[in-house]
């Protein structure tokens, strides 16, 4: 079996993270930051261990500003309604994911207003163009950090000076970047960095969070949940700091045991050497798929601009068919379709039919690239 499907969720995982679930559920199994007896404090370890090695990762100090969720669209919907009200601005790309699309056109019904930057038809962002969307006031600027149908990678660093310029709180997507992209808060002044656990961070599902810049006022976010924290249980008032002002009820603590582990392979193999073994195999299959007659690709060929998610279309032949072939006759996992985003493939110019996805993660080998290049080929052919 090759599994080309890591944009949609990251497959197989380190041994490590089904170890560490397994370890927790049966050695410490207790409530983090509720009951003060020795496995309840065994498992706040455990959950503050983890933030601490998301500010690593992502060169942020602060481990209470790291609110977990149970994955980046918990995170997004907590800012975006958190946030933003009626009679607002909110400025996104035209590459988002329906994670953002879905509760801004929602919210479009409450009078918020929705301003599209324009985007290119491989995904290029220019910063200028987000700069000119701000001549007038706006709420909040949106991006994802890199487009989950064709890789793109959207320059957040200099989008974020810009909104820093500005005045503009800056909230970035980083489904597809966090544990494969080098994400870097310490030098980009990005106020929330949001991020699902179960792609690139190599973590279970259920897991993800929202990374809160020191200098952001988490005031300005409204709590979507409110209840029980285990802090402060005389008030019957939602606690104010973080970061249990976002984090009622029982948190996914056996996920965020397995989030860990995840984390602790990215930082022990390097974020950079994944980088260039996914660009390796970018690079090999980009190649490949443009050497065929009849295959379009998607996107940049560059692979430092983009990553390791690689759309294209057979000429001819639906892509519920390719897809389905690749799965049934050649064991070769990948994802048909929209993908969740047709915003994205309104601006690639692949909407209503969308493209075949296939997506690299750090444990795919040159042989699993050459085996899905020849049943790419072989399904061309015929
Ligand atoms: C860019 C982007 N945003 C948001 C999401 C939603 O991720 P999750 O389902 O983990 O919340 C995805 C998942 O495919 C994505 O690629």
Do not use: W
């Amino acid at each position: 079996m090759v599994y080309l499907d890591n944009a949609a969720t990251s497959f197989p995982k380190p041994q490590t993270v089904p170890e560490a679930i397994v370890s927790f559920m049966t050695r410490v199994g207790a409530n983090p930051g509720r009951s003060g007896h020795y496995l309840s404090v065994e498992a706040e370890r455990i959950r503050y261990g983890t933030r601490e090695a998301i500010g690593r990762l992502f060169n942020h100090a602060d481990p209470q500003r790291v609110v977990f969720t149970a994955n980046v669209t918990a995170a997004l919907n907590l800012v975006l309604f958190g946030m933003v009200q009626p009679g607002d601005r909110v400025v996104v790309t035209g590459m988002e994911h329906n994670s953002v699309m879905r509760p801004l056109r929602f919210l479009e019904g409450r009078g918020v207003t929705v301003t599209l930057v324009e985007t290119a038809s491989d995904g290029t962002v220019d910063p200028q163009d987000v700069a000119s969307t701000l001549d007038t006031p706006a709420r909040l600027v949106c991006t994802l950090h890199a487009s989950n149908v064709i890789g793109t990678v959207v320059p957040i660093g200099e989008i974020s000076r810009i909104c820093r310029d500005r005045g503009v709180p800056y909230l970035v997507d980083a489904a597809q970047t966090a544990g494969c992209v080098p994400i870097d808060l310490g030098k980009d002044p990005i106020d929330m960095l949001a991020f699902t656990g179960h792609k690139g961070l190599l973590g279970p599902t259920g897991t993800g969070g929202l990374v809160l810049s020191p200098s952001f006022d988490e005031k300005l976010i409204g709590p979507l949940v409110y209840g029980g924290t285990g802090s402060r249980s005389e008030q019957e008032y939602q606690p104010e700091f973080l970061p249990d002002r976002f984090e009622s009820g029982t948190c996914n603590i056996a996920g965020i045991a397995g989030l860990s582990a995840g984390l602790d392979y990215i930082l022990t193999r390097g974020l950079s050497e994944i980088r260039a073994h996914e660009s390796g195999l970018v690079h090999q299959l980009i190649a490949g798929l443009e050497a065929m007659e009849g295959v379009t690709v998607y996107g940049t060929s560059d692979p430092k601009k983009r990553t390791a998610a690689v759309s294209f279309r057979i000429a001819g032949i639906d892509n519920g068919i390719t897809a389905r072939r690749l799965s049934e006759e050649f064991d070769i996992m990948c994802r048909p379709g929209l993908h969740c985003a047709p915003r994205a493939h309104k601006t690639i110019g692949t909407f209503p039919g969308g493209t075949v996805r296939l997506s690299i993660g750090p444990f795919n080998t040159e042989a699993d690239i050459d085996a899905a290049l020849s049943a790419v080929a072989a399904i061309a052919g015929k």
